[in-house]
């Protein structure tokens, strides 16, 4: 444990610009999840929050998976394709709301062993949602929801790529 801490003022005392920005980054990630998941409610979906697993009406669902689009294309960087299907492929197999609230500690575990803040972003909301499934109808829209947000991510990142590989 010492050694850790030594490892963290060395970094603070070290006074170079990477170190600043590590410092920087490291003080953006250790908010709490449901500071992180506030922040993602007030810029994306402040608006609709109530109606996130509302997919009953026509109008609400165009509104929710275009703010998804948006949630996705904003933070996909930050999770691998990979990452994200293992966790929707726990989520399929979810049968009740219980089995969904059990997945919690992996969404927890995904975020923490990744740096970056659009990933911790992605599974605090992904976690979010799962607290509001309550009923079997509530989680067949959860399922939906994840269906979007894999999808978004895949379009998301392959049009990064290709992006990439043109320039």
């Not at 691998?80 to 219980?98: C, D, F, G, H, W």
């Amino acid at each position: 444990m010492p050694n850790h801490k030594v490892h963290n003022s060395y970094n603070n005392n070290k006074g170079s610009n990477h170190s600043s920005k590590k410092n920087d980054n490291n003080k953006k990630n250790n908010k709490t999840t449901e500071e992180i998941v506030n922040e993602v409610i007030e810029t994306y979906f402040k608006d609709i929050k109530a109606d996130l697993l509302s997919l009953n009406d026509v109008t609400k669902i165009k509104t929710i998976f275009s703010k998804l689009e948006q949630f996705v294309n904003e933070t996909a960087s930050g999770l691998s394709s990979s990452q994200l299907r293992n966790v929707y492929s726990k989520i399929i197999e979810a049968k009740t709301p219980i089995d969904l609230q059990l997945l919690r500690p992996n969404l927890a575990y995904v975020a923490a062993r990744n740096e970056k803040l659009q990933a911790k972003q992605v599974m605090a909301l992904i976690d979010h949602l799962i607290q509001q499934v309550d009923t079997e109808e509530k989680q067949k829209h959860f399922k939906k929801v994840m269906e979007a947000i894999v999808a978004y991510h895949k379009y998301s990142t392959t049009k990064e790529k290709n992006s990439n590989n043109e320039a």
